[in-house]
């Protein structure tokens, strides 16, 4: 396997080569964490907390570690020390249970909301009226350890090119969108994280400040 190579031909691609790349090691070793380290990358994403925690310990100490899945609110606990950024934050609740950890980790935690754009309905997120609410409810300046950073939102998995752009450019919009509004102190609207493997460019293409990157630097996933 030849990470390495694989990076740097992703990065060659790149349509904003300011756009950072999170790499997802989930399920890979700590030798392919790595052999990633060493070509430079220090933001890696994992979507389980318990293989995160595994991790961390095990690696250099200046990576920035993402959790990128869904997060459950019993878990937060685990990771509220350390973890660098929350991308797949989908409900208040989960915000308060963050915010609770960070404060007894005595830091505030860089979080991301999960938006629901794929046409598909099993994926997790708010949708446009009840992040549109939240933000009016004015209850999240109450959360002083949380800092909400952006947007994050995964695509439909499908071959269709134009609904995954249709997608994106949706989110791209909503994130614009609530650029011009009002917003609590501690939330801002600089980060918008969207983009895998197989739809990182057209990611790029449509806004994306952070793409989610895993099988195409460390091959498939058993
Ligand atoms: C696994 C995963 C990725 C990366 O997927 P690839 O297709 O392997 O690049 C990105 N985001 C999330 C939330 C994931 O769970």
């Not at 629901?116 to 609410?133: N, P, R, V, W, Y």
């Amino acid at each position: 396997m030849a990470i390495k190579e694989n990076l740097q031909e992703i990065k060659n691609t790149f349509i904003n080569p300011d756009c950072l790349l999170v790499a997802v090691s989930k399920t890979k070793p700590k030798e392919d964490l790595q052999e990633a380290y060493e070509a430079g990358i220090r933001d890696f994403g994992e979507n389980k907390v318990q293989e995160l925690v595994d991790k961390q310990p095990q690696l250099p100490s200046d990576i920035r570690w993402h959790m990128i899945g869904h997060l459950q609110r019993n878990k937060v606990k685990y990771i509220a020390p350390f973890v660098h950024l929350i991308h797949g934050v989908d409900s208040f609740k989960l915000l308060k249970e963050i915010n609770k950890q960070a404060k007894k980790a005595e830091r505030t935690i860089p979080c991301l909301l999960q938006v629901h754009i794929a046409e598909e309905d099993s994926k997790f997120g708010f949708d446009e009226t009840e992040l549109l609410q939240l933000i009016e409810s004015g209850e999240l300046k109450t959360l002083e350890h949380v800092e909400i950073k952006g947007l994050m939102g995964m695509a439909t998995f499908t071959e269709n090119e134009e609904q995954i752009r249709r997608e994106f450019s949706g989110l791209k919009s909503l994130f614009d969108k609530l650029k011009t509004l009002p917003l609590p102190a501690n939330m801002k609207m600089e980060e918008l994280s969207m983009g895998m493997s197989g739809d990182y460019l057209i990611a790029q293409e449509e806004g994306s400040t952070m793409v989610r990157i895993g099988s195409a630097i460390f091959g498939a996933r058993g």
